[in-house]
């Protein structure tokens, strides 16, 4: 089973999780890394669950056009949308605060999604 | 008599009843994975399809207001399945009029309900039905768990085949992709709310019976679909040839 570290807010969480699972189907239905793990829509659009990968990416499969969309420079950066990813293998993940989200990941495009877990928003710029 | 199955026993059971009549299962299912059918078939299924899953949100609204208070969890589940399918992000139906309008027809052709087939109206009738008169926990068994929860197996396969057999864009099948993820969170929460509040063996029962009864339906369905808008232009001999 794959084991899931998660880091927020200087805090470490670790947890164990089924092959082929997805950490926001797992929030979703309150299992780790719920209530750690901020999200939104559930769909690729609000960019809410970004977290950076800081081990076990390389057995993720390449970012699809979603991610592509939202996180733009911030794939570079190690960035990936959890909830497009569904996880076989160990991975180590950190995850921004809501104001560091807000200034470096957001997109100004990304719809104001306010899920269940998600982090409040301000209002956003209107898309070009 | 049955006796009381553990959860892990009873999700198996759950997960046979609806394996038995799966929709995939159906000419239409196997025409469109297949990549024979045409755009023109596609809008017809999605003018349809629209007024199946269109109303979920409020089949939902009926069982959480039967729903006792104090199953507060299984409520709040049912809420934020609620709000996600309409206005947790984009709603998910205007995803599937974006799709509709991909394959030909139009937002108008699609809202329009004149523009059901009467197996669909039968198969709304039928969620509307069990979301107001069964017990609320075999509600959610029918509906989350017999249908939704069906929906990101079925969209896993459809959606490449999309994509490269029907040459759609990533953006024209986004009411497939978001699925995947959204309609497995909902499912998962149904499963845990039958899980947990199914406590009888007849309560079992009946939440395996309708389980069967909802994937009969949706084979129901999608079999209709293939006899109203397809069988004219792809005889079943054709679409098995190809399936072969």
């Known amino acids: ?128 | 008599m049955s006796s009381l199955m553990n959860q892990d026993d009873f999700r198996t059971a759950l997960e046979s009843a609806i394996q038995g009549k799966s929709a995939t299962r159906s000419p239409f299912s196997i025409a469109w994975a297949s990549g024979t059918l045409t755009r023109a078939h596609l809008a017809r299924w999605a003018e349809n399809h629209y007024h199946y899953v269109g109303p979920f949100a409020d089949y939902l609204a009926y069982i959480y207001a039967r729903t006792p208070d104090h199953m507060t969890d299984a409520k709040d589940f049912l809420l934020a399945n609620m709000y996600e399918e309409e206005i947790g992000g984009d709603r998910h139906t205007d995803l599937l009029i974006r799709f509709a309008e991909a394959c030909g027809t139009t937002r108008e052709r699609v809202i329009d309900p004149d523009n059901m087939s009467p197996t669909t109206r039968g198969l709304q009738s039928w969620c509307y039905t069990v979301a107001m008169r069964e017990d609320p926990v075999i509600a959610v068994a029918g509906l989350v768990v017999g249908l939704e929860s069906q929906v990101p197996s079925i969209y896993r396969k459809q959606t490449p085949t999309l994509r490269d057999k029907y040459k759609f864009t990533d953006e024209e099948v986004e009411f497939f992709d978001l699925h995947i993820v959204s309609d497995e969170i909902h499912g998962e929460r149904g499963y845990q709310i039958v899980l947990e509040h199914a406590n009888t063996p007849e309560l079992q029962q009946k939440c395996l019976k309708i389980c069967e009864i909802g994937a009969q339906m949706r084979l129901l369905y999608t079999t209709a679909l293939y006899h109203d808008y397809v069988e004219q232009d792809l005889p079943l001999q054709r679409i098995e040839a190809v399936a072969a």
């Open chain 1, 1 to 128: 089973m794959p084991k899931v570290v998660f880091h927020k807010l200087g805090q470490t969480y670790e947890g164990e999780v089924k092959d082929n699972t997805n950490l926001v189907v797992r929030a979703g239905i309150r299992q780790y890394p719920y209530p750690h793990l901020r999200y939104g829509c559930g769909m690729g659009k609000c960019s809410k669950c970004a977290c950076e990968v800081i081990a076990g990416g390389e057995h993720l499969p390449e970012p699809n056009w979603k991610e592509k969309k939202l996180l733009r420079d911030n794939l570079d950066r190690g960035y990936r949308l959890v909830c497009q990813l569904w996880i076989s293998h160990d991975i180590e993940l950190r995850q921004d605060s809501d104001e560091v989200w807000a200034a470096t990941i957001r997109p100004a495009d990304a719809i104001q999604a306010t899920g269940v877990n998600s982090a409040p928003t301000g209002p956003l710029k209107a898309a070009p």
